[in-house]
């Protein structure tokens, strides 16, 4: 890492999302800033694509940009729409991405030393 602090990072782009191929994803890598634990992401899901059910070992935060989408928990769904921020704490199992009538891009990003112990809220 240079030694500057500041830096102009290239991401990874057009990477199939795990599960759900047709979902694309731009991050940046921990290893270029040397940023353990943080991941940051834009996933672009296309019109009715959802990741599988899943669970991170790390808290999540996700900002729905454009299109609509829901985000789901064990017998809860929550239909998502831009500018809607969604707290994902670690360890929940969930599922998000497009709604069946439109497209859905979000900021993701995941990290944290100290899970909180919450169920998923609608932060905005």
């Known amino acids: 890492m240079t030694t500057l602090g500041i830096q102009v990072i290239k991401p990874e782009t057009n990477l199939p999302a ?13 290893a270029s800033t040397d940023t353990h634990g943080l991941g940051v992401s834009i996933v672009r ?9 899943s669970a991170h070992t790390q808290d999540q935060y996700a900002w729905i940009i454009s299109g609509n989408g829901i985000i789901a928990s064990e017998g809860k769904e929550i239909k998502l729409v831009p500018g809607n921020i969604v707290f994902i704490p670690a360890n929940t199992m969930h599922q998000h991405g497009a709604s069946d009538e439109s497209d859905m891009t979000q900021l ?9 112990k919450d ?4 932060v905005s």
């Open 18 to 30: 795990e599960g759900a191929e047709e979902a694309l994803i731009d991050r940046f890598s921990n």
């Open 45 to 53: 899901f296309p019109l009715g694509i959802r990741r599988p059910w």
């Open 108 to 116: 993701s990003i995941i990290g944290g030393e100290k899970p909180r």
């Open 119 to 122: 169920q998923i809220c609608l």
